[in-house]
């Protein structure tokens, strides 16, 4: 199938607000043909052409060994603000006519070569210029002639006005991309609320307290977090757009975009978050389809982008066949440098806004992990050297009378030995509370208020491991039942 008529399908396919700001390939392959009409009643054929601009050697005189090299160069004219192709040709000086008795061998001559050479016969002929063009006689006696491509500034101005008019509106729709994201933010923050919003009697900075260790979740609650959590979480497995792993770092082509987008829904859906089963409020429904559209925008907008710019290749590489007129002038060395073209990838910007502004208004459980047990670091310890771990582990690494940091190798793990006994909570025996001193109290709060579910969980294991080291120092094994005589 030829491209312009992939190039339509596609473009039928995408919203209106792309399509209408297309290239319009077809509109510039007609004035493509304009210019080959224009070329060809100049004598310029593509042949002759492509002779002059690559060898430089003047084709009317080819195999007489007469001739004299005549130079052509092709140029952009940019003074005006616009791009004005035209040619530049300097040829000999027009010559004497022939003597009469001579005249019907050079008509002859002219005659077969006039397809090809008429502009070039006719200067050589002393023929007055062409109303378009101008010529001058240089100091080496070469006659200069400056010819405007008027066909020519017609399919450049097209195409630079689209790629402009096109890029404008890329930019409008990038800020009107970051508005809808902006609201959306909004919808899923009062969504997703914690605890201190929802219950009454949770403060998520209250003070330091003898139940400071204990959490309390209200049932009764109407919050969308772990749905929410969930979905970004699914979000950022999926890998939509760009890989981020080591190995296959990159954007994502269109066909497995698309595909990995299909299967973020479906696993959406499977899961049961696409409903009213775990999406409690009207409003997160509502949101996780605006979330859906926003993606699939992005989706649309990287189709597009990639269609624009092989549409432009195609057009250009096609004019360049047609015409035998290079992509290049004599003062630009980059590639029909005058036309305008963008230095990022729109959807790669996106995709960015989209990572920096919603997926971090809800915490990720991965960021508050312990690195030893790599669960949540509920009741973390703050070591001197600022590091954070569970008090079951720094317990245990005391114990082990292991002195430095995991991380940093500081020897400051010993050294969290004050102890803050009158006010630990009840079920902290001895070894845990020569480190609670060094309880980060503020980040605790917050994982009860953000985490409830998974520091309840962490906070009962914590008692039965704390609880099980009692009992097997006291010579009792925890895992025999306990039998009353």
């Known amino acids: 199938m030829h491209f312009s008529k992939t190039y339509a399908q596609l473009l039928a396919e995408l919203p209106p607000e792309l399509s209408e700001n297309a290239v319009q390939y077809r509109q510039l392959k007609k004035l493509i043909n304009q210019v080959v009409s224009e070329l060809a009643l100049l004598g310029l054929g593509p042949t002759v052409l492509h002779d002059l601009l690559q060898t430089g050697v003047d084709a009317s ?7 004299a090299p005549a130079r052509v160069m092709y140029e952009f004219n940019s003074d005006s603000g616009n791009i004005e192709p035209r040619l530049r040709l300097w040829v000999d000086p027009p010559q004497a006519p022939p003597p009469p008795d001579r005249v019907e061998e050079v008509e002859e001559a002219e ?6 050479v008429e502009l070039l016969w006719a200067l050589q002929r002393h023929v007055p210029p062409l109303d378009t063009a101008s010529q001058t006689v240089d100091s080496e006696n070469k006659v200069e002639i400056v010819i405007p491509l008027a066909s020519d500034s017609a399919f450049f101005q097209l195409l630079a006005t689209t790629l402009q008019s096109l890029s404008d509106h890329l930019l409008e729709m990038q800020a009107q991309f970051v508005k809808t994201l ?37 049932a009764s609650s109407k ?25 296959k770092r990159g954007d994502h082509s269109v066909e497995e ?8 829904a479906e696993r959406v859906t499977d899961r049961g978050l696409g409903g009213g089963r775990k999406l409690k409020l009207a409003q997160s429904r509502k949101a996780l389809e605006s979330f859906l559209q926003l993606n ?6 990287k189709k597009f982008e990639l269609a624009n710019a092989e549409a432009t290749r195609k057009i250009l590489k096609k004019h360049a066949k047609r015409t035998a007129l290079p992509a290049t002038d004599s003062s630009n060395t980059t590639s029909l440098a005058l036309l305008p073209a963008s230095d990022t990838s729109l959807p790669r910007i996106l995709v960015q806004e989209l990572g920096t502004t919603l997926l971090p208004i809800i915490p990720s459980l991965d960021d508050y992990a312990c690195l030893i047990c790599t669960s949540i670091a509920f009741k973390p310890i703050r070591l001197s050297c600022g590091h954070l771990f569970c008090v079951r582990c720094l317990v245990k690494m005391q114990k082990r009378g292991n002195a430095h940091c995991p991380m940093c190798r500081a020897p400051c793990v010993l050294l969290a030995d004050r102890c803050a006994s009158q006010s630990c909570a009840p079920f902290v025996f001895l070894a845990q509370c020569s480190v609670l001193a060094n309880v980060d109290w503020a980040l605790l709060n917050f994982m009860r208020d953000w985490f409830p579910e998974e520091s309840t969980l962490k906070l009962k294991q914590n008692e039965r491991e704390a609880t099980n080291e009692q009992l097997e120092e006291m010579g009792i094994d925890p895992n025999e039942r306990c039998i009353v005589m």
Do not use: C
């Open 111 to 116: 005659t077969e070569n006039a397809s090809q």
């Open 182 to 218: 902006q609201q959306l933010t909004i919808t899923v923050s009062n969504s997703a609320r914690p605890v201190s919003s929802t219950s009454s009697s949770f403060r998520a900075h209250s003070a330091f307290k003898s139940d400071a260790g204990g959490v309390r979740i209200d």
């Open 223 to 247: 919050s969308d977090l772990y749905a929410w959590r969930e979905i970004f979480q699914l979000y950022v497995e999926a890998e939509i757009f760009e890989s981020v792993g080591e190995r």
């Open 257 to 264: 975009s698309e595909k990995r987008l299909k299967q973020f």
């Open 296 to 301: 699939l925008f992005i989706l649309n907008v």
């Open 61 to 67: 005189a080819k195999g007489t060994g007469k001739g």
